[in-house]
């Protein structure tokens, strides 16, 4: 069982920045698929960024232009760069693994979740 490890949220100021890591114990066979989602309080889950296998990358328009999406694939790590920060971006950040073939809601494999915190 692929087990998901999300790291470096925080609390971080308006305009701050911050990087989240997502490690996978092992690397799921043919799931070249990366991405990050976002739940706010009271706010159902929300997709915000993709890496597939060939390194391309697509973002929601919430985060687009702000954030950056990355991969080390020699250490199975997934990477969410946040610049320009805002209070509307708190949230528990999630990271998911999946294959390419899998277009449902909880498919794949899910990290347990690390809390971002944008206030002053």
């Known amino acids: 069982q692929v087990q998901l490890v999300e790291s470096g949220g925080g609390l971080v100021q308006p305009g701050g920045s911050l990087r989240l890591s997502c490690a996978a114990s092992?690397?799921?066979?043919?799931?070249?698929?990366m991405a990050w989602y976002r739940q706010a309080p009271g706010k159902q889950r929300e997709w915000i960024a993709v890496?597939?296998?060939?390194?391309?990358?697509n973002y929601a328009d919430s985060v687009k232009g702000r954030f950056t999406i990355s991969r080390d694939n020699a250490q199975n790590t997934m990477y969410l760069q946040m610049d320009s920060l805002k209070p509307e971006d708190t949230a528990v950040y999630y990271c998911?693994?999946?294959?390419?073939?899998?277009?449902?809601?909880?498919?794949?494999?899910w990290g347990q979740g690390t809390q971002v915190t944008v206030s002053s």
């Open positions: 998911n693994f999946r294959d390419w073939r899998d277009q449902t809601t909880a498919g794949g494999y």
């Open positions: 092992e690397r799921p066979f043919g799931f070249n698929v």
């Open positions: 890496i597939n296998g060939g390194g391309s990358t």
